[in-house]
């Protein structure tokens, strides 16, 4: 990192190093390593790059959460639009019940967005990059075995080929 360039990083990082140190200051090192820096100036880059990457980690932290509860969120509408038929059979309205259901799941929703972002910030562990890449790079022993199993949906006939099972249908009593 000593012999890296200003120049070199990406935007985001230039335009924070450029706001730390300066317009005049930064056009001056920019073509220059970092190494020949003051000691101020590099505690000052120091601390710019640390608030970058902490940025960078709320922001794949909330990102994460919020895939992750919205997913779950579509898969409840998605069973409540499917089971708010019954309503009418209690004399509901049923459209008044989706809503009030919606708008209750979609506060729930919002407050555990909350939760989780908040909880994960106090528990999340950054890794050692050098770890991880040995993890990665350690060479498996073999191809792992997989077992295919044997689809439900085709049974095997007597003679010996494959034939489909058929959707039951039911009749209409008259």
Same mark, same amino acid.
């Given at each position: 990192?000593?012999?890296?360039?200003?120049?070199?990083?990406?935007?985001?990082?230039?335009?924070?190093?450029?706001? &730390?140190?300066?317009?005049?200051?930064?056009? @001056?090192?920019?073509?220059?390593?970092?190494?020949?820096?003051? #000691?101020?100036?590099?505690?000052?880059?120091?601390?710019?790059?640390?608030? $970058?990457?902490?940025?960078?980690?709320?922001?794949?932290?909330?990102? +994460?959460?919020?895939?992750?509860?919205?997913?779950?969120?579509? &898969?409840?509408?998605?069973?409540?639009?499917? !089971?708010?038929?019954?309503? #009418?059979? #209690?004399?509901?309205?049923?459209?008044? $019940?989706?809503?009030?259901?919606?708008?209750?799941?979609?506060?729930?929703?919002?407050?555990?967005?909350?939760?989780?972002?908040?909880?994960?910030?106090?528990?999340?562990?950054?890794?050692?990059?050098?770890?991880?890449?040995? !993890?990665? !790079?350690?060479?498996?022993? +073999?191809?792992?075995?997989?077992?295919?199993?044997?689809?439900?949906?085709?049974?095997?006939?007597? &003679?010996?080929? @494959?034939?489909?099972?058929?959707?039951?249908?039911?009749?209409?009593?008259?």
């Amino acid at each position: 990192m000593a012999e890296a360039r200003p120049a070199d990083m990406d935007e985001t990082t230039r335009k924070g190093l450029e706001r &730390t140190l300066g317009e005049v200051r930064y056009a @001056e090192v920019s073509e220059e390593p970092l190494q020949n820096l003051s #000691a101020e100036e590099r505690t000052r880059l120091i601390n710019e790059l640390g608030r $970058q990457a902490l940025t960078e980690i709320y922001r794949q932290l909330l990102l +994460g959460v919020i895939s992750e509860l919205w997913v779950e969120y579509l &898969t409840s509408m998605e069973a409540l639009r499917v !089971s708010i038929g019954l309503e #009418a059979y #209690a004399q509901r309205d049923p459209l008044v $019940q989706y809503k009030n259901r919606a708008f209750e799941m979609f506060r729930e929703l919002l407050d555990d967005t909350r939760t989780g972002v908040v909880t994960r910030m106090f528990i999340y562990r950054p890794r050692d990059i050098s770890s991880v890449q040995t !993890s990665v !790079s350690t060479p498996r022993e +073999g191809p792992p075995q997989i077992s295919m199993p044997v689809p439900e949906a085709t049974q095997t006939s007597p &003679t010996g080929g @494959e034939k489909k099972k058929g959707k039951r249908r039911r009749r209409r009593r008259r």
